[in-house]
């Protein structure tokens, strides 16, 4: 019976009888390629958008049997490398020019996994699919610095920091300003382009911009309500009319004012009147004491629970 090779690592299996005189030789090719399989390494230029690491029955040369695989070489397009169709693992530097293209490592006619550029991967897998260990792996602590030079992105669950209550600052960087966001943990304040905040909240440089705010309470959408481009306010509405602040009354069954003003200080008025004035109806306020104007309706309103009416005329004189 003539020998055979393992499905992994390609290793010889020796048949009874067979290969006398040389099993020493054999035996020694096998412990070189099960060494190499537990801490080999290897470079790899890639050679075509299409490349498959070496393979070899026996021996000790092919690329495939070892543990740690750099690959090298510039990319001319999209490209894949592959391995055997076989259970194993590896560890993978990639440290191909990647350019604008992708390099994917896969099992032959399988599924792969993208690797990234100037970044090491650990890699295994089942014969038919490539897997990334560290792309879905479980809790992570790490004792030092974690650096992170791609994109952070959280997808559900919650960001915690310094959940112990340590005395450990927390800073934002943006491109021009080193302190964009700063948390003094010591002092328990927070600064915004500044790092020795002052006060609880301490600003640096100016606030405000052209945005809306909103504020939603159970039934309405549009509770408070500040058009940021319009410099207006709304109550129960984010359609403002032409005056600064827009009150809309919306239930209908409510059976509420759409105002209501209580004023705790019985010495002073309740509301204060101010603008330019005038003899006569060309201002906001008019001192005319004519009574010549025509009375064009009356607006209801309630002074101490009881329902009073203030007249309306069409002019001031």
Not at 47 to 60: E, H, K, P, V
Not at 191 to 219: H, Q, Y
Request: charged fraction near 20%; proline fraction near 1%.
């Amino acid at each position: 019976m003539a020998s055979t090779f393992s499905s992994s690592l390609n290793l010889e299996l020796q048949a009874s009888g067979e290969n006398s005189g040389n099993w020493g030789n054999i035996t020694n090719s096998n412990l070189q390629k099960v060494e190499s399989a537990i801490k080999g390494y290897v470079s790899v230029a890639i050679a075509s958008t299409s490349d498959s690491l070496d393979t070899a029955d026996g021996g000790t040369t092919d690329e495939q049997s070892n543990a740690i695989i750099k690959l090298t070489g510039t990319l001319t397009g999209n490209t894949t490398m592959q391995s055997e169709a076989v259970e194993t693992w590896y560890i993978v530097d990639n440290a191909t020019t990647m350019g604008t293209h992708s390099l994917s490592f896969k099992p032959a006619g399988g599924s792969g996994t993208d690797l990234v550029a100037g970044s090491k991967h650990i890699l295994y897998t089942d014969g038919s699919t490539m897997f990334d260990v560290l792309k879905d792996c479980g809790d992570i602590s790490a004792n030092g610095t974690l650096t992170v030079a791609g994109n952070v992105s959280l997808n559900g669950g919650t960001f915690i920091f310094n959940e112990a209550g340590a005395d450990k600052d927390f800073r934002i960087e943006s491109n021009g300003a080193e302190n964009m966001f700063f948390v003094d943990a010591g002092n328990d304040r927070i600064g915004i382009n500044n790092a020795s905040p002052s006060k609880t909240l301490d600003v640096t440089g100016t606030s405000g911009a052209s945005v809306d705010f909103r504020a939603e309470t159970n039934t309405l959408t549009n509770a408070f309500f500040i058009d940021g481009s319009a410099d207006r306010v709304g109550f129960g509405t984010n359609t403002l009319t032409n005056g600064f602040v827009t009150i809309d009354q919306a239930s209908s069954t409510g059976a509420i004012a759409a105002l209501s003003i209580d004023q705790g200080d019985e010495d002073q008025e309740f509301i204060d009147f101010r603008g330019a004035t005038a003899s006569d109806s060309s201002a906001s306020i008019s001192s005319s004491t004519d009574e010549g104007g025509s009375k064009v309706g009356a607006i209801r309103i309630s002074v101490n629970g009881t329902d009073r009416f203030i007249r309306i005329y069409d002019s001031a004189i």
